[in-house]
């Protein structure tokens, strides 16, 4: 945190220009709240540019990194990174990513709108979707402060590079391979591998998969997976189509469930900033342990027969 002290009234603008800041920067630290004005004990976030600061009051500047630490609260959801172009989550399991027709507050959609606008002070504030987890799937998830953010990372996302982690009943016969189909959705909305040559076909679009076995027991293998393209419910139907379905995944063919959700979590996800050219982002998070329980109880079991 900077903090000045200045000898003489002066209007804030110029104060930030003699800390080293351009008048946009300025602009930019103003409108996030990171200016304040005032004694150390009833410093007031700074309104206007244009504003005097008198002869002896504290201006103090917060950097980007404390915005980010302070900017990281946001109740039912947990903030990874945030800037003026981007907010990162950590999506737990069983949150929708936004509303559907019977449930329109808790998603992470919500969360962050409401978090943004208040912490903005501004109704106006807005947060915009960029790519979407299921219901059921955690993990990292992106969303843009603005709709020409959104439209720069969604031109650029099958650029990104976005892995998840699985478990499947049953261990595949190949422990490395890529999946390739073509997929359609149902007027039901189930998403689907088109067989054949038909009309469905000429709807559907072409999705690919890689995964590869890390561990297994039997009765479940942990995947590695990466996405090369990014379809509705990819995943989960290619790897039903193996034969091997997500654990807890019931919509595509599952039959246990003992960690009481579905076994399928984004943990990593790099892709390049919208707006800083050259700047790649990257995120990694951790497996959730009921992932890997699932393999140290079974050990457990053999080990006492």
């Known amino acids: 945190m900077k903090t000045i002290r200045p000898q003489h009234d002066s209007d804030l603008l110029s104060i930030l220009i003699n800390l080293g800041y351009s008048k946009t ?9 990171a200016v304040s004005i005032g ?99 955690s993990g990292l998830l992106v969303f843009a402060k603005n709709e020409a953010v959104k439209q720069i990372l969604q031109e650029q996302w099958e650029e990104a590079e976005k892995r998840y982690s699985a478990v499947v009943e049953g261990v595949p ?22 067989r054949g040559n038909n009309e469905e076909e000429k709807e559907g679009k072409e999705a690919k998969t890689n995964y590869q076995v890390v561990k297994e027991n039997g009765e479940y293998a942990l995947l590695d997976i990466t996405l090369i393209t990014g379809r509705k419910n990819q995943i989960r139907v290619h790897l039903s189509d193996l034969g091997h ?42 497996i959730p342990g009921k992932f890997h329980r699932l393999f140290v109880k079974k050990k457990e079991a053999e080990k006492k027969r």
């Open 25 to 33: 920067k300025a602009k930019q630290l103003v409108k996030h709240r």
């Open 39 to 137: 004694d150390q004990e009833t410093l007031q976030p700074a309104t206007r540019l244009e504003q005097i600061v008198r002869s002896g009051e504290m201006v103090s500047v917060r950097s980007e990194q404390e915005m980010r630490e302070e900017a990281k609260t946001c109740p039912g959801l947990s903030i990874l990174y945030e800037d003026e172009a981007i907010i990162v989550i950590d999506k737990p399991a069983g949150l929708l990513t936004i509303a559907t027709e019977k449930e329109k507050r808790k998603t992470a959609f919500y969360l962050l709108s409401s978090y943004l606008k208040e912490k903005e002070k501004s109704q106006q504030a807005r947060i915009f979707i960029v790519h979407r987890l299921d219901q059921g799937t």
């Open 173 to 194: 016969h190949a422990k490395t391979g890529q999946i390739a189909s073509t997929l359609a959705e149902s007027k039901a909305l189930r998403v689907y591998t088109v």
């Open 245 to 286: 379905p997500i654990v807890g995944d019931k919509k595509y063919g599952s039959k246990t469930n003992p960690i009481r959700r579905m076994a399928l979590h984004a943990y990593s996800l790099s892709f390049n900033h919208p707006t800083i050219p050259g700047k790649r982002m990257e995120f990694k998070i951790e």
